[in-house]
């Protein structure tokens, strides 16, 4: 079997991965141009070589942050400093490209209504792989939907994992089986779509049936973002953000908040350059 098809196997199975491309070298390196390594979610190179102990433990190291962070980087390793470069003087100097290719993540929703169906649209929207849970589901209701489960509480053809983020709009019905399943398998994001009372109700529950607090205090309960939120199809566009923000490494402040310090710099700068320009004209 040769590298790319042990890649294609493991995005079958949907494994993380990263593939490392050595794409220039510089002076004495046991790889080559070209060379290439699959490195697997622990680290582990599964086949190829980019290289003996100078570089083999960096690009494992970084592929794990390029797995982790789901950013490609280009990367150089200089083996001829012991001190400043990757720990010892092989010679040489190599780029390695490290590209990590994750599995398409997974939209859970559990439960019926306007707000069910606008969220796998959007999910959809978003390249999700959306899985609807719905008893009473119609391909109509979910037509972008990946897969329908049409079970009444049957999750045994999910896999619950941290590729997995869960919106439960059940409107009561099983909701704390729902949670309880989610956390266990470690989702990514676990949403009751439910108000502030009730939310309460079911995690106070789930607090006296054992489940540890810190698993309890992952649940988003109410579901989503403050922004107003009215209609089904607002609440299911908070929801998204909240998921968004959460994968991407957001923070859900408003841009013009953000991006405050940044605009007033960059305006002070031009204000500084236009003032400049004038006085050169005028002299």
Known sequence: MDLYSKAAEFE?????????????????????RGSKALIDSQGKIVMGWVGGGCAEGAVRSEALKCIRTEKPELITLDMQDEVLGVGMPCGGIMDVYIEPVLPQPELVIAGHGRI?????NLGHL???????????????NFP?????????????????????????????????????RALE????YVALIASAH?????????????????????????????IGA????????????????????????????????????????????VIRQCDASKS
């Open 12 to 32: 079958a199975q949907r494994k993380p991965f990263a593939i490392a491309t050595v794409v220039r070298v510089e002076g004495s390196s046991s790889a080559r």
């Open 116 to 120: 069910a169906e606008t969220l796998a």
């Open 126 to 140: 978003m390249n999700f792989s959306v899985t609807a849970h719905d008893p009473l589901a119609e391909r109509e």
């Open 144 to 180: 972008n939907a990946n897969r329908i489960i049409n079970k009444d509480f049957d999750v045994t053809e999910i896999a619950f994992g941290p590729g997995t983020f869960v919106v439960i709009a059940t409107l009561h019905k099983n909701d704390h089986l729902w949670l309880q």
């Open 185 to 188: 398998g470690e989702a990514a």
């Open 198 to 226: 009730r939310s309460r109700l079911v995690l106070d529950f789930l607090l006296a049936e054992g489940m540890p607090a810190d698993k309890v205090e992952r649940v988003f309960a109410p579901a989503g973002l403050e």
């Open 230 to 273: 009215a209609t089904p199809e607002e609440i299911a566009l908070s929801i998204m953000s909240q998921i968004v923000a959460l994968r991407r490494g957001g923070n859900a402040v408003s841009l013009k908040k953000a991006g405050a310090v940044e605009t007033e710099v960059a305006q002070q700068s031009f204000s500084d350059k």
